[in-house]
């Protein structure tokens, strides 16, 4: 069963220093990218929101096992400093769960 998670958080230590678009923000951004495509991550949505001052993603995983496994390596790999992870779940969905349906 496929798992969608909300996650916020900011940019790991890895970026400290790295300047946008040269070899070694590349080779980061390569790396982030590969941990996700290999867990099986479909990205929903992804960017900055100003509102909070944080970075949001919504991927979608084949399983909980795998959104967990990037987790631990984006974090290990100080990629990226989740805040907060959990599951997204979908309006008519939640309002039928809520409703007792």
């Not at 996650?7 to 951004?29: M, Y």
């Not at 509102?51 to 496994?69: D, H, Q, R």
């Not at 290990?76 to 769960?97: H, K, R, T, W, Y």
């Amino acid at each position: 069963m496929s798992y969608t998670s909300f996650s916020i958080g900011t940019p790991g230590r890895a970026w400290d220093g790295i300047e946008f678009g040269s070899p070694e923000w590349n080779e980061l951004f390569t790396k982030q990218m590969g941990i996700l495509e290999a867990a099986g991550a479909e990205t929903v949505a992804s960017g900055y929101s100003a509102a909070i001052g944080k970075w949001v993603n919504i991927n979608t995983y084949p399983s909980m096992e795998a959104n967990l496994k990037v987790i631990a390596e984006l974090s290990a790999s100080q990629l990226f400093e989740i805040e907060n992870s959990g599951p997204f779940v979908d309006q008519v969905e939640m309002m039928g769960m809520m409703m007792g349906s």
